[in-house]
């Protein structure tokens, strides 16, 4: 099966930029849709955005839709979350998931590998 390791996240001032990585190993990297979810203290786990086996097809939500970006590289087995205009309201641990299906879902429960999570804090 297929392991997950997220990195990248750290402190950064509202208004800044951060790029998030995936590494995964095991499996078949190409075989997964991907997905970025991240959870706030105290609230639920939400998804962000997902990504496509070949890249082609994204889906994000309505609260970062135009300031993120998913892509990914099957040939490093890495997939990224590209976060610009960050607010506050961002901060939150990022997890990254894998999805062995052939359409793009948004729904926690629907994937079934997960990463430990890498943090975002956001300073206003």
């Known amino acids: 099966q297929v392991q997950l390791v997220e990195s990248g996240g750290g402190l950064v001032q509202a208004g800044g930029s951060l790029r998030l990585s995936c590494a995964a190993s095991g499996g078949t990297f190409s075989r997964y849709n991907m997905g970025w979810f991240r959870q706030a203290p105290g609230k639920e786990r939400e998804f962000v955005a997902a990504i496509s086996v070949s890249g082609g097809g994204t889906r994000y939500s309505d609260s970062v839709k135009g300031r993120f970006t998913i892509s990914r590289d099957n040939a490093k087995n890495t997939v990224f979350l590209e976060m610009n205009s960050l607010k506050p309201e961002d901060t939150a641990v990022y997890y990254c998931?894998?999805?062995?299906?052939?359409?793009?879902?948004?729904?926690?429960?629907?994937?079934?590998?997960w990463g430990q999570g890498t943090q975002v804090t956001v300073s206003s």
């Open positions: 998931a894998a999805d062995r299906f052939f359409l793009l879902r948004t729904t926690e429960g629907q994937y079934d590998h």
